[in-house]
């Protein structure tokens, strides 16, 4: 994926600490996911149709390995 260039943050950012959130774009196929406060570094991409099972699952069941977001993904 060719990551988007309209990064949107959280409508739950606000100023002060606020700004350290997560910053999402959409194309698409895919979600793209990145650190608000280092944006040139790695971005998670999710293809559109899990974005919200995802989001669910992260809420549900917090995820505290890479191998429990491995079983996540099937």
Do not use: Q
């Not at 700004?19 to 293809?47: F, M």
């Amino acid at each position: 994926m060719t990551t988007p260039d309209n990064w949107r943050k959280s409508s739950y950012s606000g100023s002060g600490d606020g700004n350290a959130c997560v910053e999402i774009a959409h194309n698409t196929t895919h979600i793209a996911v990145r650190d608000s406060k280092a944006p040139a570094r790695a971005t998670l991409t999710i293809p559109t149709g899990a974005f919200t099972p995802f989001l669910e699952a992260l809420k549900n069941e917090p995820y505290s390995t890479v191998t429990d977001f491995a079983r996540f993904r099937g």
